[in-house]
């Protein structure tokens, strides 16, 4: 899974920019993307994958006999000191870091509020907007929920680390933020959104999700292109929106 959700978002990222023959490659094992982060569409390529992905873990908890589930915030906790899901500090090197301060957790707060949270919002809107509003609007709330809950990485490419053990749970790096119990509450808080959106609007979204790009269906990792240190690293570069573009920052 590592491999497939690093990919995904590797490859609507920077399909434009990766050489000619690797993008044979991967052409061949179907990992072109029909569009890019942030065009039209792509906010339903967006809900979809991480909603697969999801019912793709649950399906693995219920036949491992765990009593246990995916489920996400109700509503985002607004305190950086909340008991149960404080924002962890500011570490070196982290990315986009004004994403842990008080004007931004004020920002996406209002905007979780006034806007995602909001039938009246909702139903002037296409579940595709939203998506792609979550995901790279001006004001990404996806990539702010990123950075706020990071802590620092426990995997910094020290050859003596393993870039697959479990502790390797970096959330501002899509190749092992799913393993960070975070992304589950805050991608479980988002595909709450499109469970809204239908009650809003009185429709299904089972038909426009169904015609969304999730990539190739989740292979054994020996079946995958396996991403090579480079791709990892402008992957984790691109995750984030640069501070420079947030409303809160201008």
């Not at 036949?63 to 962890?88: C, E, F, H, R, Y």
């Not at 907007?129 to 802590?151: F, R, T």
């Not at 502790?167 to 092992?176: E, F, G, V």
Request: glycine share 4%; charged share 20%.
């Amino acid at each position: 899974m590592r491999e497939h959700h690093a990919l995904w978002h590797y490859v609507r990222m920077a399909w434009p920019a990766i050489p000619p023959d690797r993008l044979k490659q991967l052409e061949a094992m179907h990992w072109n993307p029909p569009r890019q982060k942030g065009a039209w569409n792509s906010g339903l390529d967006f809900l979809a994958m991480h909603r697969h992905m999801i019912r793709e873990v649950k399906a693995y908890i219920h036949a491992a006999g765990l009593n246990d589930d995916v489920q996400g915030w109700t509503d985002i906790p607004s305190d950086p000191n909340d008991k149960d899901w404080p924002m962890p500090p500011a570490y070196p090197g982290m990315p986009e870091p004004d994403c842990k301060q008080p004007a931004a957790t004020e920002l996406f707060s209002g905007l979780a509020k006034n806007q995602f949270c909001s039938d009246t919002w909702l139903q002037q809107h296409s579940l595709d907007y939203l998506g792609i509003q979550i995901e790279s609007g001006v004001n990404s709330i996806h990539d702010w929920m990123h950075i706020h809950w990071s802590a620092a990485p426990w995997f910094t490419w020290d050859s003596a680390k393993d870039i697959n053990d479990p502790k390797n749970d970096w959330l501002a790096s899509p190749y092992s933020s799913h393993i960070n119990k975070h992304f589950w509450k805050l991608h479980g808080w988002i595909d709450a959104r499109i469970t809204q959106w239908e009650t809003a609007n009185h429709k299904s979204a089972t038909l426009l999700l169904m015609g969304a790009w999730m990539g190739p269906a989740s292979k054994r990792m020996a079946d995958m292109p396996m991403m090579t240190d480079d791709e990892i690293r402008a992957a984790e570069a691109a995750f984030t929106v640069a501070t420079t573009d947030l409303a809160f920052h201008a």
